[in-house]
């Protein structure tokens, strides 16, 4: 069983920065591509930014310059850090990921979600 768990999100003031993790356990044996997404109010779930096992990043035009992704992979660990925060990016955040759990199949896994608020 495999389990992606999201933290740090939380109330943030306009132009703050909030770090999200999360955290891959169970029975793995190797993260492909792991990606941030998310869904605010009223709106479909978006592609916020993703990242090879290799490090390589994309980006979303709306968050480039402000937001950074990054992985530790011997901690099985996704990271967003996020600038500049403005309104727009309150949403629930959501981590995604391929995962082998042994031999050549992969699966796709998705965290429960964690509450990102930006407010005066």
């Known amino acids: 069983q495999v389990q992606l768990v999201e933290s740090g999100g939380g109330l943030v003031q306009p132009g703050g920065s909030l770090r999200l993790s999360c955290a891959a356990s169970?029975?793995?044996?190797?993260?492909?591509?792991m990606v941030w997404y998310r869904q605010a109010p009223g709106k479909q779930r978006e592609l916020v930014a993703g990242?090879?096992?290799?490090?390589?990043?994309n980006y979303a035009d709306s968050v480039k310059g402000r937001f950074t992704i990054s992985r530790d992979n011997a901690k099985n660990t996704l990271y967003l850090q996020m600038n500049s925060l403005k309104p727009e990016d309150t949403a629930v955040y959501y981590c995604?990921?391929?995962?082998?759990?042994?031999?050549?199949?992969?699966?796709?896994?998705w965290g429960q979600g964690t509450q990102v608020t930006v407010s005066s």
């Open positions: 990242i090879t096992r290799s490090g390589n990043t």
């Open positions: 995604n990921a391929d995962i082998s759990t042994g031999g050549v199949r992969r699966r796709n896994y």
């Open positions: 169970g029975s793995i044996a190797v993260i492909y591509d």
